[in-house]
């Protein structure tokens, strides 16, 4: 069974420049989550999505995130325009039903984000 | 503070020796507690999932809850080099139609061999 596809990998950029990342989550999870990982921390949710309904994006700076699940399998996630401190490991990672109802979630390779 | 908190470490431990990993959490009514472990480069990997109080051994790894002092460990035997990662503990609070899983920043843990 395929796990988690992220791309790209890695991602550098110039600040104020577009970016964004592509996901798909492993085929029947109907839950996805973007998480962000600074260096030395733990990854944080920016948003969760059950089937295509965000139904938790408390966490996303919306004045220049977005992110969008259409047919409720892959999604993307956007950043325009990109600040210094965007740089990050951006997670995806998708869930089950009964995943998401106890925490047990699949997480893609990442995509490094570099804003110099 | 800190809704789950570990000891960043470094931890360092000699090959074949106990790693005892730790992670207290603040919010009472957290439902279910992962170990993540995280090579470095690498994403998460859920390694060990606990529900309730008491302990869950799976091969070298055991995980312990302790609900009433919101505690969680995971204690790791028989230590092998490539048990090095860092290691993220993480806690599930589900309220109504909310499903929050918390990380905290990690332990990472070398193996000397």
């Known amino acids: 069974e395929a796990g988690v596809v992220q791309s790209p990998r890695y991602k550098i950029i110039e600040k104020k420049q577009p970016v964004a990342f592509w996901c798909n989550p492993i085929s029947g999870h109907n839950t996805l989550y973007w998480y962000r990982q600074n260096l030395g921390q733990g990854p944080e949710l920016l948003i969760r999505y059950e089937n295509e309904e965000a139904v938790d994006d408390s966490q996303l700076p919306k004045d220049r995130f977005s992110a969008e699940r259409l047919k409720g399998v892959d999604s993307t996630l956007k950043i325009q325009p990109a600040e210094l401190g965007d740089s990050a490991v951006y997670l995806c990672?998708?869930?089950?039903?009964?995943?998401?109802?106890?925490?047990?979630?699949?997480f893609g390779e990442g995509s490094r984000l570099t804003v110099l | 503070q800190k809704e789950v908190e570990q000891n960043s470490g470094p931890l360092s431990v000699p090959e074949g020796a106990i790693a005892s990993l730790n992670c207290t959490y603040s919010?009472?009514?957290?439902?279910?507690f992962f170990w993540y472990r995280q090579y470095s480069g690498k994403s998460p990997e859920l390694i060990m999932s606990?529900?309730?109080?008491g302990d869950k051994e799976d091969g070298r790894f055991t995980a312990q809850l302790n609900k009433a002092s919101q505690y969680v460990s995971l204690l790791i035997r028989d230590s092998q080099p490539s048990d090095s990662a860092t290691y993220l503990c993480a806690v599930f609070l589900s309220s109504g139609s909310a499903r929050q899983l918390t990380f905290g920043s990690g332990t990472q843990l070398t193996v000397l061999p």
């Open positions: 919010d009472r009514g957290s439902q279910s």
């Open positions: 990672a998708s869930s089950s039903w009964g995943g998401a109802n106890t925490g047990e979630l699949f």
């Open positions: 606990i529900y309730s109080n």
